[in-house]
């Protein structure tokens, strides 16, 4: 497994913008698809965005679709998750997660490694 932990969380307000980072440990994070998931308060964890290895394709959930952007730079080891137009509702803890799967990555139970999550919380 790889060791996931996140930075860049905080508060910031609506309309505003915040860049979460990812940085995994271990040789071989090129070739793990990576995600971003949320979970708020009396809620389920919910899919955000997955960039998967080689050619990095990228899925996005339909709530933040023209907002957020996925990418990864695999020299650093890191993927990020550039938080734009933020909006109230998106205030939530944010886990990335790694898995080798390529399909089904809206699905937590995909994924083998998680961090420990970051707080991002949106003021009206």
């Known amino acids: 497994q790889v060791q996931l932990v996140e930075s860049g969380g905080g508060l910031v307000q609506a309309g505003g913008s915040l860049r979460l980072s990812c940085a995994a440990s271990?040789?071989?994070?090129?070739?793990?698809?990576m995600g971003w998931f949320r979970q708020a308060p009396g809620k389920d964890r919910e899919f955000v965005a997955a960039?998967?290895?080689?050619?990095?394709?990228?899925d996005y959930a339909d709530s933040v679709k023209g907002r957020f952007t996925i990418s990864r730079d695999n020299a650093k080891n890191t993927v990020y998750l550039q938080m734009n137009s933020l909006k109230p509702e998106d205030t939530a803890v944010y886990y990335c997660?790694?898995?080798?799967?390529?399909?089904?990555?809206?699905?937590?139970?995909?994924?083998?490694?998680w961090g420990q999550g970051t707080q991002v919380t949106v003021s009206s």
């Open positions: 960039i998967r290895w080689g050619g990095g394709s990228s």
């Open positions: 997660a790694a898995t080798y799967n390529m399909v089904g990555l809206t699905t937590a139970a995909r994924y083998d490694s």
């Open positions: 271990g040789r071989t994070f090129s070739r793990y698809t």
